[in-house]
DNA sequence: GATGGTGTGTACTGGTTAGTATACAGGACA
DNA sequence: TGTCCTGTATACTAACCAGTACACACCATC
C-alpha cells in the first residue's frame, strides 16, 4: 500500500518544480496535518490517513479524489453510502462488471451520464 | 445502526419458530462467537461485528450477505477490490446512478448480466 | 429439586487508527 | 555565522474495534 505515499510524494515534488509553495511542510499545513506525520506517510512508514485527510490532501494535490483513497486501499464512504442504499442491485451490478473491459464499463458510465431516463 | 441487529433477531426468531436450532446460543456457536457477543450484538448493545463474522451469519440466516452488509452499515470488501481496481470509472458510474430509480439500475444490471459484450 | 436449556450483565483485553509534540540534522543565503 | 527553511526520527496517546470469559437469572420438564 505504499504507492499511495510514492505517489503524493511524485505528485508533491512535481508540484514543486513550478511552485515552491507545494514543500512538504506547506502542503502539510494546508491539510491540516504535522509535517513529519505528511512525511512518514509519503514514505509509507505509516498507513495512509484517514479518508478526510485523503481527500483534502487530493483537493491540494489537484488529484482526483477517488483515485487517491483507492490508492491509500480505500473507497469513498459517499460510494458506499449509495452502494449500501441498495445493497443487492448494486451488489450484483458491480459483481457483474468486475471482469468488463474498461471500454465496456465506459460505455456505461455513457448510457448513465447522457441517461435517457 | 440498530436496523442490523433488529433484522437479525427477527429473521433468527423467524426461523426459530420451524427449527429449535436457530437459539442465540446454536446460532452463536455455529459462527464462531460467544453467546453474549450475539445478544448484545441483536440488541444493538455493541457495534455490528466484523465483515467475516456477518457474512457467517448471513450464511447460518440464509440472507443475502451484501444486504446484511448494509444493515451493519458496511460494504463487502470485495466490492470495494473492484472499485479500488479502477476508481475513476467505477466513482463515475455509481455517483451517476445514485438517484436513479430502481427500474434503471435493474435495466443496467440486466443489461450486464445478459452481457453481449 | 436438580438438570439443562434459554437469554443477558459485567468486566476485561490486545491490537489498530490516526494522528500530536518535540527535537534533530542538513542546506541556502544574507 | 547566524537564521531560516527543508525533511526526518523518536516517543507518545486517546479512542476505537472486535471480540472473550464468566457469572447470573429465568424457564421447562423429568
Redesign the pocket.
Known sequence: MTDFGEFVRERREAL?RGD?GF????VAEKI??????L??A??G?????????ILRLAGALEVDGDVLLALAGKVSSELKEVIRRRPQLFGELIRGMRDLPDHAVLRLVREVRDGDW
Open positions: 514543486r515552491p514543500s512538504l511542510r506547506r491540516g496535518v504535522q509535517p513529519s506525520y512525511s512518514k509519503e514514505r512508514e505509516v498507513a495512509p490517513p484517514s479518508e478526510a485527510t
